[in-house]
C-alpha cells in the first residue's frame, strides 16, 4: 500500500527529548480494515509515536492525515472525536466501581446508566466479549478487565483502533477470543494498530508491519510471510541465538515449599491456599498463570515480605517461612518482582542507590554500619555492562531508565548475587526479543551453574523455552508440577484456567 492511500498517513514525524531522538522522520499509512503491526525493539520509539497519534505528545516537525485531513490533536479527547481510540498496557480502572461505572468515567458525555449498561451488554455480545455491567471490576479476571477497555472504546464506534501488548495478561484461549474480536472488527473496516513483542502472534493477526530501530523505520514487511525470526532480527539489526542451556544433573533440593497458605496482602488480591512445590539445584520451575491468581502473592511469599508458618518455605533445608527478607537473602535466595518501579526499583533514587537496595546483604556492601559507596558503585557499573543496560550512567534515576532497561537493571541485580535460589516475577515482562533472549539465556546460565530458579511468567513461550518443570496458578491453588516436555498448549491453558489444572491438583 503507498502512503497516497489510507484511513491514517503519518508523514515524516518526528519527536526529540533531551538527550535522545525518539522518533526521527517516521512515515506509515493504514488503510482501513487494516491490522497494521507496530515493531521495535524497547526505546525504539513506538510508545512516543503513538502517543502523538493519540494526542498525548505533541511532535516537533511532519504531519499526520486521517482521511486525507489534517490531524493535529491536543489532546486524547479530540482524538477520540476524531474516531481514534486505544487500549493502554496498563489498565486505568477503579477496582471498587463497577464495569458501567468504570465506562462511564471514560466517556465525555456518558448516557444514563440504566441506558449504557444495555448498550455494554449488546456491543460485548456483538463482539464476542461476554461482559456483566453490574461485576464490580475488584472482582474480574485481568483479561475481563481488559474486555472492559476495549468495550469502553467500541462505544465510540472507533475508526482506529490503538492496542499495546494486549495479550500480555490472557490466557491462549482469551487471546483466540481476542483475535476473532479484532477480526471482526477489521472485516467492518476498523483500523487496527497493534503493538506486540510477540512474534508469533503478529504472524497469525496482521496484515503489515512497520519495524522501528532507534527512532527510525527500518523495514516494512507483511508478518505471514516473515518467520518470527526474521522480524526479530529485522528489529535488533543483528542475528540472534536462541537461549542455549548446558546439560547438567539436578542436585538436591534447593527450595521446597509445603502446605503453604497465606492471607494476601494486596487489596483484592488472591490468597495461597496450600502451596506445595520444591526445586532442585540446576532446575528451572515455570510456574504460569493469568495475572490476579496469587503470582505476586506467591513471590511475596517466597522473598519473605509476606511470612508464613516456619516449615512452609526452606532454603537448603532450613525452615525459613517466619524469616524476613535479609535472612532469606543470606540463605541465599534473590527475589525480583513484577512491578518494576514502586516495588523491584524507588523510582527516584540512583541505579546505585538501587543496587545498594537489594545487594547490601550479599555482596557486603556495608561495613560496621556505614556504606561502602566504592563497592556499590562497582557493583551497579557491573550491572549495567554485564546486562547492556542503556542508560548515561549509574547516576540516573530509576525512574529515567525505559522499562525495558530497568527490567535489565533490576534481573541483573538479582542474577549478580551468586544466588543459590532465584525467584522471578515476569523477567521479559515488556522487553523487547533481544533483550529478553539475554535475560533468558542469563537465567539459564544460573541453573547450570548450580541455582534453583523459580520462574513465575504469563509469557508461555517463554516457560516452555527455559523451564523443566511447570505448574500452574489459579485461584491462589498450584496445580501439580509436571515436566515441561511433551506438554501441549491446550493443556497449559485448561491448567492455567483451572478446570484441568484443579483435577490434577486433586488426583496428584
Not at 522499562?403 to 515488556?430: A, D, H, M, Y
Not at 539465556?441 to 551453574?449: K, P, T
Request: aromatic share 4%; proline share 5%; charged share 20%.
Amino acid at each position: 500500500m503507498n502512503l497516497a492511500q489510507g484511513l491514517l498517513r503519518v508523514e515524516g514525524l518526528t519527536k526529540a527529548y533531551p538527550g535522545v531522538v525518539a522518533n526521527s522522520d517516521v512515515s506509515f499509512a493504514i488503510a482501513p480494515g487494516e491490522v497494521h503491526a507496530l515493531l521495535g525493539e524497547n526505546g525504539a520509539g513506538k510508545s512516543t509515536l503513538v502517543k502523538m497519534i493519540y494526542g498525548l505528545v505533541r511532535p516537533d516537525s511532519g504531519r499526520m492525515l486521517l482521511r486525507g485531513q489534517p490531524y493535529a490533536p491536543a489532546k486524547p479527547g479530540q482524538a477520540r472525536a476524531a474516531g481514534v481510540a486505544m487500549v493502554f498496557q496498563h489498565f486505568s480502572l477503579f477496582e471498587a466501581l463497577n464495569v458501567a461505572e468504570n465506562v462511564a468515567l471514560g466517556m465525555e458525555n456518558p448516557p444514563r446508566m440504566r441506558a449504557l449498561a444495555g448498550r455494554i451488554a449488546e456491543v460485548s455480545k456483538a463482539y464476542g466479549l461476554p461482559l456483566d455491567p453490574s461485576r464490580r471490576v475488584g472482582d474480574l479476571s485481568a483479561g475481563e478487565r481488559q474486555r472492559v477497555e476495549i468495550i469502553r472504546c467500541l462505544l465510540q464506534d472507533p475508526k482506529l483502533l490503538i492496542m499495546d501488548e494486549p495479550t500480555s495478561v490472557l490466557t491462549p484461549q482469551e487471546v483466540c477470543i481476542l483475535f476473532k474480536t479484532l477480526r471482526q472488527l477489521a472485516a467492518e473496516g476498523t483500523a487496527i494498530l497493534y503493538i506486540s513483542h510477540k512474534l508469533e502472534e503478529i504472524r497469525a493477526l496482521c496484515d503489515a508491519a512497520t519495524i522501528l530501530r532507534r527512532g527510525k523505520v527500518v523495514a516494512t514487511c507483511t508478518p505471514r510471510d516473515r518467520t518470527a525470526r526474521e522480524m526479530a532480527e529485522l528489529m535488533v539489526g543483528a542475528v540472534l541465538t536462541p537461549p542455549a542451556r548446558s546439560a547438567k544433573a539436578k542436585g538436591e533440593v534447593a527450595l521446597e515449599v509445603t502446605g503453604l497458605t497465606v492471607a494476601s496482602p494486596i487489596p483484592f488480591g488472591t490468597s495461597l491456599k496450600d502451596v506445595g512445590f520444591a526445586v532442585r539445584k540446576g532446575e528451572v520451575l515455570g510456574i504460569a498463570g493469568v495475572a490476579g491468581n496469587g503470582q505476586d502473592e506467591l513471590l511475596l511469599a517466597l522473598s519473605g515480605e509476606l511470612k508464613s508458618a516456619a516449615g512452609a518455605v526452606r532454603i537448603a533445608g532450613g525452615a525459613m517461612g517466619d524469616k524476613g527478607p535479609s535472612d532469606r537473602r543470606r540463605a541465599g535466595l534473590v527475589a525480583a518482582p513484577e512491578e518494576r518501579l514502586g516495588h523491584a526499583a524507588a523510582p527516584d533514587m540512583s541505579l546505585v542507590e538501587n543496587a545498594l537496595l537489594s545487594g547490601a546483604v550479599r555482596q557486603g556492601l556495608t561495613r560496621r554500619g556505614f556504606i561502602d559507596w566504592v563497592a556499590t558503585e562497582k557493583f551497579a557499573d557491573g550491572i549495567v555492562s554485564d546486562f547492556d543496560v542503556r542508560t548515561p550512567g549509574t547516576h540516573v534515576a530509576a525512574r529515567a531508565l525505559s522499562g525495558g532497561n530497568l527490567q535489565k537493571f533490576v534481573v541483573g541485580r538479582e542474577l549478580s548475587q551468586t544466588p543459590s535460589v532465584i525467584v522471578i516475577n515476569q523477567p521479559t515482562w515488556g522487553v523487547d526479543a533481544a533483550a529478553a533472549a539475554a535475560i533468558r539465556q542469563a537465567i539459564l546460565d544460573r541453573a547450570s551453574g548450580g541455582a534453583a530458579v523459580v520462574v513465575i511468567s504469563q509469557d508461555l513461550d517463554e516457560l516452555l523455552e527455559i523451564a523443566d518443570d511447570f505448574a500452574a496458578l489459579n485461584g491462589g491453588r498450584l496445580t501439580q508440577t509436571r515436566p515441561v516436555q511433551g506438554l501441549t498448549v491446550d493443556e497449559i491453558g485448561l491448567m492455567m484456567g483451572g478446570t484441568h489444572g484443579m483435577e490434577v491438583a486433586h488426583h496428584g
